[in-house]
């Protein structure tokens, strides 16, 4: 707590009146990370029609910030705890992850909305449902990358658009 007061040009008291806890501060820079991802990744929308290479990008961004945020060490032993409360059900999650979880399906889900407003999702889809499908499997891959020997972002976003054009093109064979 120190070493951010000093970084930031204040005292300690007032790091913990803002924070409260250095578990604050951690969830405060994946907020930030989060929300820089999704601000990016509008961005790309804008110009693209392409809803799988958008939701590629912004896996990149969110793998890229998160280990920005804390390390690929940490994470590996954060995700493990993480991965089995997911789904529908998110009691097993500590409150301020679910927090900041929760935020992340609402962004997930909003960048669904406006990509189905611009006619490149179907209009009947169930948006609350792919928000939560696509944020459970970016955490399962998350953990199988920072589980593996060396952390290949490439082979990540490959697996990931691998599901993510399964989810968007479906299973059923052409006529």
């Known amino acids: 707590m120190e070493q951010i007061a000093r970084a930031a040009g204040v ?22 990370a989060d929300r820089q991802a999704f601000s990016d990744t509008r ?8 809803p799988v290479g958008v939701l590629v990008y912004l ?3 969110l793998i890229e910030t998160a280990f920005e ?3 690929p060490a940490l ?3 954060i995700l493990p705890l993480l991965v089995p409360s997911l789904g529908e059900n998110r009691s097993g999650l500590p409150e301020a992850y679910q927090n900041v979880n929760e935020v992340l399906i609402l962004e997930l889900r909003q960048l669904l909305r406006d990509m189905q407003a611009s006619g490149s999702l179907r209009a009947d889809l169930d948006l609350d449902y ?3 499908l696509v944020n459970d499997y970016s955490h399962l891959l998350m953990w199988r990358m920072v589980r593996s020997e060396t952390l290949d972002m490439e082979a990540h976003l490959e697996a990931s658009r ?6 968007f093109e479906g299973m059923r064979a052409v006529d």
């Open 11 to 32: 005292s300690v008291p007032t790091v913990f009146a803002y924070f409260g806890s250095k578990q604050e501060i951690l969830l405060e820079m994946l907020r930030e």
């Open 43 to 50: 961005q790309l929308m804008e110009c693209s029609g392409d």
């Open 59 to 61: 896996e990149r961004r």
């Open 69 to 71: 945020s804390l390390s």
């Open 75 to 77: 994470w590996l032993e």
């Open 130 to 132: 792919v928000a939560q």
């Open 162 to 167: 691998r599901f993510l054009t399964l989810l």
